[in-house]
């Protein structure tokens, strides 16, 4: 026999609750439901107890709830919560009457007003609320049904004759499916009326991830790639997280991460009598105290303003890395190195005892093997590189004033025969702002491509499945220009090859290269997660 299971799990919404101890009340609720199948007063017994101890409140329409059985498909936790179809009266008692019927003609007898003891008007309460009693009653008593036909005293209205029984079904039903990095959540109607045309549904995506905010610490900052920097007093004292900060890191990613995502494209269902289906894609991103139900689990770096950035990324076993400043408007730099240590009073790059060309050299190699940021028209930009001088406090202010620009103006000179025209270099000094007398503090701050790039929302690509699509050419990467990402092969057989073109590697404004456009084939992996929830062939406009 095909394993059956009470279509109760889609009302679910994880909240507090672990991902084990769901599957554990998930397993149980499949033993029981295929040993009682739809039997009436016992299902509406346990379609009780099951919401309250999800922690849902039990809502009912006017007309019974039927607790259908749904075969689960392909992992799918597709859950089919209807009204009760009005079955029109078997006068035959030799033919069998279908066990459907049953939880509508208990009510209706139930509600009869020559056998609506306490006792039975109790139950009906319980099974069905008052609205519910008083819709049956007034059933019994001859008034007008909720289609506006009028009713025949103890007999349940006959239902119109529909065209297509599935679809009339399929639309009043809502499809939830967990998975490995996100939830879907596809109700055919949205919001409104089943009745209600054209329809226009909803596709709500849902991701989990678990924070843990950590501090900057003085071992941390003897890593790479903070090793060869010099934390500034200042910096030092913003080592920690405040309470305020994380506050703001995690409202900034939400509104990165539905602002991003959210309502770039419809999904339209391309299955035979189901064209008229579509929906909007709503992405949401919530946060789990508890590890286990999260997709992602997140480490969140305190990296002070001005300090080197470490790679921001999603790592295998559901893990990513970001910093502290990856949710500031979205902004994003490239490249953070400093160049030192300058001889004492000295503004030249080589003297007898120092040569500081080589540390340059490794400066402009790295930033001809990055992608340059875009104009607003779209095409390639040109680097944009700041540099500020510093100096150690021996010396007066006006002199290491003086010097701080003069080193800056001394690595600009040499950084531009290296880059050409690719890059546009600012210089300026600062003197001995925030300095002692260490050698650390005779140097040249280098930052490069302050960009609008939202780091949040192209990381949540790949927590969605998405590679990149920018180039790298450098190992382990190599992504060459036209090469093919790694979603082009889902892309596509789902949406075509025209649909996978438009998304090769190159320095564009895609959201996982350097832009914030989301193209229909992003969508790839929610078209997928909803083809598998629905059972039906869908595509991306």
């Not at 095909?2 to 101890?21: E, I, T, V």
């Not at 099974?127 to 025949?152: C, E």
């Not at 995506?205 to 060869?228: K, N």
């Amino acid at each position: 026999m095909p394993l059956w299971c009470l279509g109760l799990q889609g009302q679910l919404r994880y909240n507090h609750w672990a991902q084990p101890q769901i599957k554990r009340l998930d397993n149980f609720m499949v033993m029981v439901g295929a040993r009682i199948g739809s039997h009436s007063a016992l299902a509406e017994l346990l379609w009780l107890f099951y919401s309250l101890a999800r922690g849902q409140r039990l809502t009912r329409a006017a007309n019974p709830l039927t607790l259908c059985v749904t075969e689960t498909h392909r992992g799918s936790m597709a859950m089919y919560r209807r009204l009760r179809k009005p079955r029109k009266a078997d006068h035959d008692e030799q033919k069998p009457h279908s066990r459907a019927a049953e939880p509508a003609t208990e009510a209706l007898e139930m509600a009869d007003p020559t056998h609506l003891s306490p006792g039975n008007a109790l139950a009906l309460q319980r099974m069905l609320g008052n609205r519910g009693v008083q819709q049956l009653r007034r059933q019994v008593a001859g008034d007008v049904t909720d289609g506006g036909v009028p009713a025949v005293a103890g007999v349940p209205p006959v239902a119109d004759a529909a065209p297509n029984q599935e679809f009339e079904d399929f639309i009043r039903s809502r499809f939830i499916e967990f998975g490995d990095r996100f939830d879907l959540d596809y109700m055919p109607t949205g919001d409104t009326s089943p009745t209600v045309r054209p329809i226009s549904g909803r596709v709500e995506i849902v991701l989990r991830m678990h924070i843990q905010f950590d501090d900057m610490t003085p071992a941390r900052a003897r890593q790479p790639p903070y090793d060869t920097y010099v934390f500034s007093p200042e910096q030092v004292a913003d080592f920690a997280w405040k309470d305020d900060e994380k506050a703001n890191f995690l409202s900034s990613m939400q509104r990165s991460v539905h602002e991003g995502w959210s309502g770039k494209h419809r999904m339209v269902c391309t299955s035979p009598g189901f064209e008229e289906l579509s929906a909007g894609v709503d992405v949401k991103l919530e946060f789990a105290e508890d590890p286990g139900s999260a997709h992602f689990k997140v480490n969140a770096l305190k990296v002070p303003r001005g300090a080197p950035s470490p790679r921001s990324g999603v790592n295998p076993g559901n893990t990513a890395n970001f910093d502290s400043r990856d949710t500031e408007q979205g902004r994003f730099t490239q490249l953070s190195e400093q160049v030192k240590s300058f001889d004492l009073g000295s503004a030249a790059l080589t003297t007898a005892t120092t040569d500081l060309r080589p540390q340059i050299d490794a400066i402009a190699t790295r930033l001809q093997g990055m992608p340059r940021p875009l104009n607003e028209d779209g095409s390639p930009g040109v680097h944009q590189v700041d540099l500020i001088g510093h100096a150690s406090s021996s010396g007066p202010n006006d002199f290491n004033q003086e010097l701080s620009q003069q080193r800056a103006k001394s690595v600009m000179d040499y950084l531009s025969t290296k880059m050409g025209s690719d890059a546009m270099i600012v210089a300026r000094g600062v003197g001995e702002d925030g300095a002692n007398n260490s050698a650390d503090f005779r140097r040249v701050d280098v930052t490069a491509n302050e960009s609008q790039f939202d780091v949040v929302a192209h990381e949540v690509g790949h927590m969605f499945g998405l590679g990149d699509e920018y180039v790298d050419t450098q190992p382990p990467y190599n992504r060459p220009q036209g090469a093919h990402p790694s979603h082009f092969g889902d892309i596509e057989a789902e949406l075509g090859t025209d649909k996978a073109d438009d998304l090769l590697v190159g320095n564009t404004n895609s959201i996982m290269s350097e832009g914030t456009v989301v193209a229909p084939g992003h969508y790839v992996y929610f078209l997928k997660q909803l083809e598998s929830a629905t059972g039906k062939q869908w595509t991306v406009r």
